[in-house]
T-cell receptor
Framework: GDSVTQMEGPVTLSEEAFLTINCTYT??????LFWYVQYPGEGLQLLLK???ADDKGSNKGFEATYRKETTSFHLEKGSVQVSDSAVYFC????????????WGLGTSLAVNP | DAGVIQSPRHEVTEMGQEVTLRCKPI?????LFWYRQTMMRGLELLIY????????DSGMPEDRFSAKMPNASFSTLKIQPSEPRDSAVYFC?????????????FGPGTRLTVT
């Protein structure tokens, strides 16, 4: 079945450092890919998305490019802030899964001042 | 809109007691999802509804768990009897129509502790 694999955390960075969180997927067909973010004590919220190969999703300084050849959707940010400290989830949805998102396990990010 | 509303935010109960978690989805959304989140297992989909009808309950751990959606604006997740291993944060999420089914709006969660 479809699956998502994320790099294990926690990831700890200093403010203004460059961030990469790796995400790879296994899926049949042409899934859509997403990054969700969970701030402490809150529910998840959509951060960015890409619905076809070579699309780049972006939001709040974060970017991710849908790479079908490497089945990857890595999350990047050029300069992280303390307020980016959160758990980041990679996910996919495929036509065959109806409305179910397939989730990665999440990667915790801590940014120190 | 107020977003997805869940109640209670925190619940502490003793093993064997019945627990009912409540969710009010965003008005106009036609799909509703119940998730459980733990450190050990991450985020697990328990069940989801489309137009108030349960579509997939394969994630419900066992018969002690049940979920209902009597109308478009309300859903419950019930655990009876509760056990310590049910301790987790339970999230409800809702989505709009087909072309935006991926954008799930999550509630703040209910933190359940079973002692």
């Amino acid at each position: 079945g479809d699956s998502v694999t994320q790099m294990e955390g926690p990831v700890t960075l200093s403010e203004e450092a460059f961030l990469t969180i790796n995400c790879t997927y296994t899926a049949t067909g042409y899934p859509s890919l997403f990054w969700y973010v969970q701030y402490p004590g809150e529910g998840l919220q959509l951060l960015l998305k890409a619905t076809k190969a070579d699309d780049k999703g972006s939001n709040k300084g974060f970017e991710a490019t849908y790479r079908k050849e490497t089945t990857s959707f890595h999350l990047e940010k050029g300069s992280v802030q303390v307020s980016d400290s959160a758990v980041y989830f990679c996910a996919l949805i495929n036509a065959g899964n109806n409305r179910k998102l397939i989730w990665g396990l999440g990667t915790s990010l801590a940014v120190n001042p | 809109d107020a977003g997805v509303i869940q109640s209670p935010r925190h619940e502490v109960t003793e093993m064997g007691q019945e627990v009912t978690l409540r969710c009010k989805p965003i008005s106009g959304h036609n799909s509703l999802f119940w998730y459980r989140q733990t450190m050990m297992r991450g985020l697990e989909l328990l069940i989801y509804f489309n137009n108030n009808v349960p579509i997939d309950d394969s994630g419900m751990p066992e018969d002690r768990f049940s979920a209902k959606m009597p109308n478009a604006s309300f859903s419950t997740l019930k655990i009876q009897p509760s056990e310590p291993r049910d301790s987790a944060v339970y999230f409800c999420a809702s989505t709009a129509g087909d072309n935006r089914a991926y954008e799930q709006y999550f509630g703040p969660g209910t933190r359940l502790t079973v002692t």
